[in-house]
């Protein structure tokens, strides 16, 4: 059990018009900070003022990209209490990233507790209206100043809140995505599997490009065979191809979604063959131009469940159901969103109230 302080802001910050919410722009009142120093452990978690901090410009994680993160929610039911999804799971992954990236791990208790003391002190901001939530980026940076290349000694624990609008707003239209041929996003044996912020500073550039040509996101194929379909930009891939549904082996190189493995439960308790497997570019393509591919789309905590509506590779496109949202997309859809909004019952334990 951590005994956090609690320091309130002082002045309350006008809260923006939840109609007009952008993703990641406006934060919260206030902010958690814990720090980490060798002999001492975690030490100093605190809810303080949302701000800035002061840093050295030698500071490790400038340089050497020494951090993790962590992508949540907290959601507001129609009784007015705010809750989490899963937030053990995150806990976990983010202990599996620390372990990587050689940061000393949170005990999982500790990190949620976290988590809840500044969505409790922020509780007003989690918007009421439907589909709109709290994104919570708990993060760890590397603190100690100096170029040598090392793991750091001291760290810093922060978590950051900022209210998101639905991620539909106009409804679900389903996305393009292209299957990126240059560049790759991790191999085994490298951090893929972690949520590390150099990650995506590998990934920029291939998402850039396909944006300018009308794309959303890109689809990453394994980097030693360039062959296998790996993950979606920053969501999780499956395909339902005839009575099955398949989805990318965690083969160290794909992130391990909250949303994907939720999704694989669900399917699989709905009597739904589901399949963890490699799969290459060319089967779905081969599935796609036979009619067998019947649906596809991405995971992830922003969006849900992302469908998508048309694959490119090359010069070569393929429409997936018409270009439109498929039925075993739109029920995951609905059930989970139903959970996390608690507009549906929790059969499976997956909410955790913030008291
Ligand atoms: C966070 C993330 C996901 C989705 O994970 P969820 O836990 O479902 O939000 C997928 N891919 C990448 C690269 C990610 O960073």
């Given at each position: 059990m951590?005994?956090?302080?609690?320091?309130?802001?002082?002045?309350l910050?006008?809260q923006p018009?939840?109609?007009?919410?952008?993703?990641?722009?406006?934060?919260?009142?206030?902010?958690?900070l814990?720090n980490?120093?060798?002999?001492?452990?975690?030490?100093?978690?605190?809810?303080?003022?949302?701000?800035?901090?002061?840093?050295?410009?030698?500071?490790?994680v400038?340089?050497?990209?020494?951090?993790?993160?962590?992508?949540?929610?907290?959601?507001?039911?129609?009784?007015?209490?705010?809750?989490?999804?899963?937030?053990?799971?995150?806990?976990?992954?983010?202990?599996?990233?620390?372990r990587?990236?050689?940061?000393?791990?949170?005990?999982?208790?500790?990190?949620?507790?976290?988590?809840?003391?500044?969505?409790?002190?922020?509780?007003?901001?989690?918007?009421?209206k439907?589909?709109?939530?709290?994104?919570?980026?708990?993060?760890?940076?590397?603190?100690?100043?100096?170029?040598?290349?090392?793991?750091?000694?001291?760290?810093?624990?922060?978590?950051?809140?900022c209210?998101?609008?639905a991620?539909y707003?106009?409804?679900?239209?389903?996305?393009?995505?292209y299957?990126?041929?240059?560049?790759?996003?991790?191999?085994?044996?490298?951090?893929?599997?972690?949520?590390?912020?150099?990650?995506?500073?590998?990934?920029?550039?291939?998402?850039?490009?396909?944006?300018?040509?009308?794309f959303?996101?890109?689809?990453?194929?394994?980097?030693?065979?360039?062959?296998y379909?790996?993950?979606?930009?920053?969501?999780?891939?499956?395909?339902?191809?005839?009575?099955?549904?398949?989805?990318?082996e965690?083969?160290?190189?794909?992130?391990?979604?909250?949303?994907?493995?939720?999704?694989?439960?669900?399917?699989?308790s709905?009597g739904?063959?589901?399949?963890?497997r490699?799969?290459?570019?060319q089967?779905?393509?081969?599935?796609?131009?036979?009619?067998?591919?019947?649906?596809?789309?991405?995971?992830?905590?922003?969006?849900?469940?992302?469908?998508?509506?048309?694959?490119?590779?090359?010069?070569?496109?393929?429409?997936?159901?018409?270009?439109?949202?498929?039925?075993?997309?739109?029920?995951?859809?609905?059930?989970l969103?139903?959970?996390?909004?608690?507009?549906?019952?929790?059969p499976?334990?997956?909410?955790?109230?913030?008291?």
């Amino acid at each position: 059990m951590l005994d956090i302080k609690i320091t309130p802001a002082q002045a309350l910050k006008p809260q923006p018009d939840p109609d007009k919410l952008v993703f990641g722009k406006t934060f919260t009142d206030h902010m958690f900070l814990m720090n980490y120093d060798a002999g001492q452990g975690w030490h100093d978690p605190r809810v303080v003022p949302y701000g800035p901090l002061p840093f050295e410009l030698s500071c490790m994680v400038f340089h050497y990209a020494q951090e993790i993160f962590e992508g949540m929610k907290a959601y507001r039911a129609p009784g007015g209490q705010v809750q989490l999804f899963r937030p053990y799971e995150n806990a976990q992954r983010l202990n599996s990233s620390c372990r990587r990236l050689c940061i000393p791990e949170i005990p999982e208790d500790d990190f949620v507790q976290a988590v809840k003391a500044v969505v409790g002190a922020d509780r007003t901001w989690v918007p009421h209206k439907v589909g709109a939530s709290l994104y919570i980026r708990p993060f760890i940076i590397a603190t100690d100043n100096g170029l040598g290349v090392h793991a750091s000694h001291s760290y810093l624990f922060a978590v950051i809140c900022c209210p998101v609008g639905a991620y539909y707003p106009e409804g679900i239209n389903p996305v393009k995505i292209y299957v990126e041929d240059q560049d790759v996003r991790s191999v085994r044996g490298g951090t893929g599997f972690t949520k590390c912020g150099g990650n995506y500073a590998a990934s920029i550039r291939a998402g850039e490009r396909a944006e300018g040509q009308g794309f959303s996101q890109v689809l990453w194929l394994d980097g030693v065979h360039r062959k296998y379909i790996e993950e979606v930009g920053s969501m999780n891939v499956m395909f339902k191809i005839g009575s099955a549904v398949i989805t990318p082996e965690l083969t160290g190189s794909v992130l391990p979604g909250i949303t994907r493995k939720s999704c694989l439960e669900l399917i699989r308790s709905w009597g739904i063959p589901a399949e963890e497997r490699l799969i290459s570019a060319q089967e779905l393509f081969d599935a796609a131009r036979t009619g067998a591919l019947e649906e596809a789309w991405g995971t992830g905590t922003a969006a849900v469940v992302s469908p998508i509506g048309l694959l490119a590779q090359g010069e070569e496109k393929v429409t997936v159901n018409g270009g439109s949202i498929g039925p075993l997309t739109q029920r995951l859809y609905d059930t989970l969103t139903g959970i996390q909004w608690g507009t549906q019952p929790d059969p499976y334990g997956w909410v955790e109230p913030v008291e």
